[in-house]
């Protein structure tokens, strides 16, 4: 497996790459921004671990730039930016999570390994009129296919899988984000937001139900 890390400081860089090579992984590196794209989109790799405050360009619009032509590598945000704000920001821009500086290399390694571990699930999922190919990471509604963010893509995903279950708020974020501590749930709003406008889920065709207070449920219409 190959991972960038796009890191300006070059002992955090060096740790992580040391530490992760160690681990069996084939480690790329990128002291700033500009770097990390032309690397990003030059080289395939399978996970990036991506800086906030990087020269020249910064961690967010790095994502940005990535999420335009691959929307299904992880990205992982290494930051010791820790408000809600910030952190919705960073989701918005495409990232799959985000881990708060100074980390422990044991806890980035248990992050790093969550996103390696195989689906092996069904292939198709069908809600209504939407299909996901899970092999191909392929969603289409009426047999158009819908680009989704990979987060987005793993909501839906999960949303369908528990069809006709209410999904609570805790849950998604404990079994979607792998967040296992107090936070703040508002984020799924924004990605249930965008999925709803992508694949135009209206009131007369409406999918997924939010339950006030509680979470969301998936139904196919009667």
């Known amino acids: 497996m190959k991972i960038l890390v796009i890191e300006d ?4 860089s060096n740790f992580l790459k040391q530490g992760l090579e160690e681990e069996g992984y084939e480690v790329l590196t990128a002291l700033n921004g500009q770097l990390g794209i032309d ?9 990036i671990l991506l800086d906030w ?5 910064t961690g967010i ?18 930051t010791a930016k820790d408000t809600v704000q910030e952190t919705i920001e960073g989701l918005k821009a495409g990232a799959n999570d985000y881990i708060k500086k100074p980390f422990s290399f044991e806890e980035l390694l248990e992050r ?6 195989k689906n092996t699930t069904i292939d198709i999922l069908t809600l209504g009129n939407i299909q996901i190919n899970l092999l191909k990471y392929q969603v289409l509604v009426d047999n158009k296919e819908i680009s989704l963010t990979q987060r ?14 209410v999904c609570t708020r805790n849950q998604i974020i404990e079994d979607v984000w792998n967040i296992h501590f107090e936070y703040d749930t508002s984020v799924i709003d924004v990605f249930m937001n ?8 209206t009131k007369e065709n409406d999918l ?4 006030r207070g509680v979470g969301y449920i998936a139904n196919d219409l009667n």
């Open 61 to 78: 619009d790095v994502c940005k730039t990535i999420r335009k032509t691959n929307q299904e590598v992880p990205i992982l945000f290494l």
């Open 152 to 165: 987005e893509f793993e909501l839906l995903t999960y949303l369908i899988k528990n069809k006709g279950k």
């Open 39 to 47: 690397l990003a989109l030059s080289v395939e790799v399978d996970l």
């Open 112 to 117: 790093v390994k969550i996103y390696f571990r």
């Open 9 to 12: 400081e070059i002992g955090i």
């Open 208 to 211: 997924i139900k939010t339950i």
């Open 53 to 57: 405050m990087l020269p020249k360009v």
């Open 194 to 201: 965008a999925i709803r406008k992508k694949l135009n889920l």
